[in-house]
């Protein structure tokens, strides 16, 4: 990856640079069976849209905060760098009341309403379907709304690298110092190199878990098979998994 990347955003654009066609993140919800798997530039682009609806549909600004009410999920991976695209505080599982805006996914939504800014939730359905007949009361359809925003992404203002960027597990981030960690974390979690592909079953409440699905691998030049509901699954399933997609490191 390149040296001079700063913030996730930034490793994002090296990835995509280097290499659009591989595979970053591979989803499993082994308590729907679903799998769905992005390339770079298929993340990237959803991360575009997502940026671009923060901007210009949300009005986000650097340092606003935004609390993701959100699972281990590939959306939330998106998410979160989205949100460094924009310079906006990702905070994960952070109180709704303190938030700008709110992102929120199933057995979340009643909590988000305690923000008072704009809200969208997200229906975490396979292929990441919206809501029938509609979105929870008080709430955007972030599925509807989407796919209408740009493929492409600029920020109306250069993202700090020193500002805040994450708050998990109550550790406030800079963009910088979550660059910094993931890179430092990677070859602990067997993240050697391109072509290292990590299978995590580690939730997103904390930095470990972060680390492991999202900001390690795309800090390494690896890719992260990200698994939800692992726990349900049968160990000869998970055997099967990890030589079906090359994984090289593990950790559950």
């Not at 709110?102 to 988000?112: H, I």
């Not at 305690?114 to 008080?138: D, I, K, M, T």
Request: aromatic share 8%; proline share 7%.
């Amino acid at each position: 990856m390149n040296a001079t990347d700063r913030t996730p955003a930034d490793l994002l654009r090296s990835a995509l640079a280097a290499d659009p066609a591989r595979p970053l993140v591979t989803f499993y919800d082994d308590a729907t069976g679903e799998r769905v798997e992005l390339s770079v530039a298929t993340f990237a682009n959803w991360v575009a849209k997502t940026a671009n609806l923060l901007q210009d549909g949300m009005s986000a600004e650097p340092g606003d905060r935004v609390a993701l009410l959100l699972p281990a999920h590939w959306q939330t991976a998106v998410w979160l760098v989205a949100c460094s695209s924009v310079g906006v505080v990702a905070d994960v599982d952070g109180d709704p009341a303190r938030a700008d805006f709110v992102v929120a996914g199933p057995d979340r939504f009643e909590e988000g309403l305690a923000c008072r800014g704009e809200r969208y939730a997200l229906s975490l359905a396979p292929l990441g379907r919206r809501f029938v007949p509609g979105p929870p009361e008080g709430y955007a359809d972030y599925a509807v709304d989407v796919p209408t925003y740009g493929d492409r992404f600029a920020p109306y203002v250069p993202v700090d690298p020193e500002a805040p960027a994450l708050v998990v597990a109550g550790a406030e981030l800079t963009g910088a110092q979550v660059v910094e960690r993931a890179r430092g974390d990677a070859e602990g979690l067997g993240l050697t190199g391109p072509g290292a592909r990590l299978l995590s079953g580690v939730g997103f409440g904390t930095w470990e878990g972060l680390s492991a699905g999202l900001y390690g691998p795309l800090a390494s030049g690896g890719s992260v098979v990200l698994c939800r509901n692992l726990g349900v699954a049968e160990d000869s399933v998970v055997e099967r998994r990890v030589v079906a997609e090359r994984v090289t490191a593990t950790v559950r």
